[in-house]
């Protein structure tokens, strides 16, 4: 499938969330599934069941967001080392730091990590659910909602990295997905927690959208971005909600459009979820994130180039950044000694094998042996956290880095 066309990006992104959203609403007629994190928090719901050591902290960031933040001190087996290297798991956007912890403790990245000697942090990004919390906005306020990921890059990621530096002392690896990668990739541009940073693993990596497509895309591409704005105004985008709901109706009635499957037209054909888990994820999962978020997103998808969130009207751009057009995150400025490691799937609609070329390209003066590249042929975008495989296929090769790195 080709390019989605100027104007038609926005469309296409809350349609992607709308089919989360879908998605969900299927689940709620699925058996009960183990993992609820709802009422008892991510640590009791789905790690200490596994038998490991867990601690919940709240963090606060400098614009007054407090947010919930996981730790994983060690692994299930009794061990005394001390100093275990801390690992920060950071999850993209619609989701929460859960997505690390719906298969088997044997195949959940953040207790692998706990296992192989790391001390494993799991944040959870400003809006979702045990982060709609702030010391004066109320989270039922458009006020509240009026952020997208660049405040992630100035406010939540320095909030969350500062505090697991200052706790353990220590230089950090960093493990994104999706949208974790984003922002991650955004504040290293900037030259930004470098000093706390020793490497980082980006799952799915996302920097540039031009390529995103889906089943649905196609048919987004139809409607009209301004509808989708007066429907949300600059406010909470809430996937459960009715409004989202009513959008959905809309796309799936639309020639063409299978929404039987609906976890596959958003993320690619994954191959190698598992149902039970699946379930889990749709009984936790999707999260609100800000109107505002997802039209800076968009912006990704229609310009192909990595800016700031663009006002739309140069004068409120000179407001906010004194130019008419927002500033670039230029990603060739990622210092070059940065160890990375990118691992994409061939069959992932939301990072594209043509977008990770041009990421690859903005790197391409990275120091060689610094930069690790791995290519899955058969993943899509949901397999880099919940596939069966995963396991074997990415994490063992994220651990070997970490520890190459240490
Ligand atoms: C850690 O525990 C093992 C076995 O219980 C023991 O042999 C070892 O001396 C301990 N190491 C430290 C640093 O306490
Ligand atoms: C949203 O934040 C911007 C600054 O980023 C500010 O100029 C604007 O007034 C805020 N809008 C609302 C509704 O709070
Ligand atoms: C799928 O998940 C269920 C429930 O956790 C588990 O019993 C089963 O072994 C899993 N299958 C695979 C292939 O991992
Ligand atoms: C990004 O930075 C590199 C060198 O640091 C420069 O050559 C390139 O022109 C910049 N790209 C943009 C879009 O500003």
């Given at each position: 499938?080709?390019?989605?066309?100027?104007?038609?990006?926005?469309?296409?992104?809350?349609?992607?969330?709308?089919?989360?959203?879908?998605?969900?609403?299927?689940?709620?007629?699925?058996?009960?599934a183990d993992i609820d994190a709802s009422?008892v928090g991510i640590c009791a719901s789905a790690v200490?069941i596994?038998?490991?050591?867990c601690?919940?902290?709240?963090?606060?960031?400098?614009?007054?967001?407090?947010?919930n933040?996981q730790?994983?001190?060690?692994?299930?087996?009794?061990?005394?080392?001390?100093?275990?290297?801390?690992?920060?798991l950071?999850h993209g956007?619609l989701v929460d730091g859960v997505t690390w912890l719906l298969n088997?403790?044997?195949?959940s990245l953040a207790l692998?990590?706990?296992?192989?000697?790391?001390?494993?942090?799991i944040a959870n990004?400003?809006?979702t659910r045990f982060s709609?919390?702030?010391?004066?906005?109320?989270?039922?306020?458009?006020?509240?909602?009026?952020?997208?990921?660049?405040?992630?890059?100035?406010?939540?990621?320095?909030?969350?990295?500062?505090?697991?530096?200052?706790?353990?002392?220590?230089?950090?690896?960093?493990?994104?997905?999706?949208?974790?990668?984003?922002?991650?990739?955004?504040?290293?541009?900037?030259?930004?927690?470098?000093?706390?940073?020793?490497?980082?693993?980006?799952?799915?990596?996302?920097?540039?959208?031009?390529?995103?497509?889906?089943?649905?895309?196609?048919?987004?591409?139809?409607?009209?971005?301004?509808?989708?704005?007066?429907?949300?105004?600059?406010?909470?985008?809430?996937?459960?909600?009715?409004?989202?709901?009513?959008?959905?109706?809309?796309?799936?009635?639309?020639?063409?459009?299978?929404?039987?499957?609906?976890?596959?037209?958003?993320?690619?054909?994954?191959?190698?979820?598992?149902?039970?888990t699946?379930?889990l994820f749709l009984k936790n999962e999707p999260q609100?994130?800000?109107?505002?978020?997802?039209?800076?997103?968009?912006?990704?998808?229609?310009?192909?180039?990595?800016?700031?969130?663009?006002?739309?009207?140069?004068?409120?751009?000179?407001?906010?950044?004194?130019?008419?057009?927002?500033?670039?995150?230029?990603?060739?400025?990622?210092?070059?000694?940065?160890?990375?490691?990118?691992?994409?799937?061939?069959?992932?609609?939301?990072?594209?094998?043509?977008?990770?070329?041009?990421?690859?390209?903005?790197?391409?003066?990275?120091?060689?042996?610094?930069?690790?590249?791995?290519?899955?042929?058969?993943?899509?975008?949901?397999?880099?956290i919940m596939?069966?495989?995963?396991?074997?296929?990415?994490?063992?090769?994220?651990?070997?880095?970490?520890?190459?790195?240490?």
């Amino acid at each position: 499938m080709g390019r989605a066309g100027n104007g038609s990006s926005f469309i296409l992104m809350i349609s992607l969330l709308a089919l989360v959203a879908a998605v969900a609403g299927a689940g709620r007629h699925l058996a009960a599934a183990d993992i609820d994190a709802s009422r008892v928090g991510i640590c009791a719901s789905a790690v200490a069941i596994h038998g490991y050591k867990c601690q919940e902290f709240d963090v606060k960031t400098d614009d007054g967001y407090i947010l919930n933040l996981q730790r994983i001190p060690q692994g299930v087996a009794a061990d005394n080392s001390t100093n275990r290297p801390p690992v920060l798991l950071q999850h993209g956007v619609l989701v929460d730091g859960v997505t690390w912890l719906l298969n088997s403790p044997k195949e959940s990245l953040a207790l692998i990590l706990a296992d192989s000697g790391f001390d494993v942090w799991i944040a959870n990004v400003r809006g979702t659910r045990f982060s709609r919390r702030h010391v004066s906005l109320d989270p039922n306020k458009p006020e509240f909602w009026n952020w997208t990921w660049d405040d992630l890059v100035v406010h939540d990621l320095p909030a969350v990295i500062g505090f697991v530096h200052q706790q353990t002392g220590q230089k950090i690896h960093y493990v994104g997905h999706s949208m974790g990668t984003l922002i991650a990739l955004a504040t290293f541009s900037e030259g930004k927690q470098i000093d706390k940073v020793k490497s980082a693993a980006l799952l799915s990596p996302i920097a540039y959208l031009s390529h995103m497509n889906t089943a649905l895309g196609v048919v987004a591409a139809k409607a009209f971005v301004g509808e989708i704005t007066s429907i949300f105004g600059l406010a909470e985008f809430n996937p459960k909600g009715e409004a989202v709901a009513g959008l959905m109706k809309f796309f799936c009635a639309q020639p063409g459009v299978d929404c039987y499957d609906l976890l596959t037209a958003v993320t690619g054909k994954n191959c190698c979820l598992n149902a039970s888990t699946v379930q889990l994820f749709l009984k936790n999962e999707p999260q609100s994130t800000s109107t505002k978020n997802l039209v800076h997103l968009a912006q990704t998808v229609r310009d192909g180039v990595l800016r700031k969130y663009d006002y739309g009207n140069p004068n409120y751009n000179v407001a906010h950044y004194g130019e008419s057009k927002p500033p670039v995150y230029n990603l060739s400025n990622i210092p070059h000694d940065l160890p990375l490691f990118l691992s994409y799937g061939g069959q992932d609609a939301l990072s594209d094998i043509r977008d990770v070329q041009t990421l690859l390209d903005a790197l391409r003066s990275h120091d060689v042996a610094k930069l690790h590249v791995q290519y899955v042929k058969e993943y899509g975008h949901a397999d880099f956290i919940m596939g069966v495989t995963a396991k074997d296929v990415v994490y063992n090769q994220v651990v070997s880095f970490f520890k190459n790195y240490n």
